[in-house]
């Protein structure tokens, strides 16, 4: 099964190409910002927990991400394959991941890297905060949004890139030529295969 990590700091594009991905390929999306937002828009008392630390710009603790996120492979199961959107964001979760996926005879297949230069993130997310309406989407969260994933989401690239997973793709330029990228770089596993 092809299960396709895409990571990138806020704003690199994650969820756009995604999408562009899924389409693709067929995959599942697992999205643990989308799954926390539900539970915040249903009201739940975990809801309430990860609404706390998402407003601030902080992770929410790594138990609360991962229980989700092991929940929603229980009620999806993990065919046709799976496109991790977010997730991992600590080594933690990278951790619990490859536990995870081998309870189902599965592994990452691929880390795609969005990459994307600091000026060109705020720009964007400043953008998508006049639209969005995401509570998240303003200066002074974003900035603590980009600090944390430079302290606690950076190392895991180390992580997979001594995997040999690890894919750095330049996240700047047409969605188009991007997403081109990432489609050489997927279908490279099938020739090696
Ligand atoms: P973005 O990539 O733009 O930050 P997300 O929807 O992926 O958007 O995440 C929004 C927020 O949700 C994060 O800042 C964080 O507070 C929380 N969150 C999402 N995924 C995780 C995760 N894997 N671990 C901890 N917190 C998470």
Do not use: W
């Amino acid at each position: 099964m092809l299960n396709i990590i895409l990571f990138g700091a806020p704003g690199s594009g994650k969820g756009t190409q995604s999408e562009k991905l899924i389409e693709r390929y067929g995959l599942k999306h697992i999205s643990t910002g989308d799954l926390c937002r539900e539970e915040i828009r249903e009201g739940t008392a975990l809801g309430a927990v990860a609404d706390s630390y998402i407003s601030k710009g902080q992770l929410v603790p790594d138990d609360i991400v991962i229980g989700l996120l092991e929940d929603q492979l229980k009620r999806c199961c993990t065919k046709p394959g799976l496109i991790f959107d977010g997730f991992p964001r600590t080594l933690v979760q990278g951790e619990a991941l490859d536990q995870i996926l081998a309870k189902y005879n599965e592994r990452v297949s691929i880390v795609l890297s969005l990459e994307v230069d600091e000026d060109e993130l705020i720009q964007r997310l400043l953008k998508r905060g006049e639209v969005s309406g995401r509570s998240d989407d303003n200066l002074e969260v974003i900035e603590s949004r980009l600090r944390v994933y430079h302290e606690q989401t950076t190392p895991l690239k180390t992580f997979y890139q001594n995997q040999g997973k690890l894919v750095k793709v330049d996240g700047v330029g047409s969605i188009d030529d991007i997403f081109a990228s990432m489609v050489s770089a997927v279908d490279q596993l099938f020739v090696k295969a």
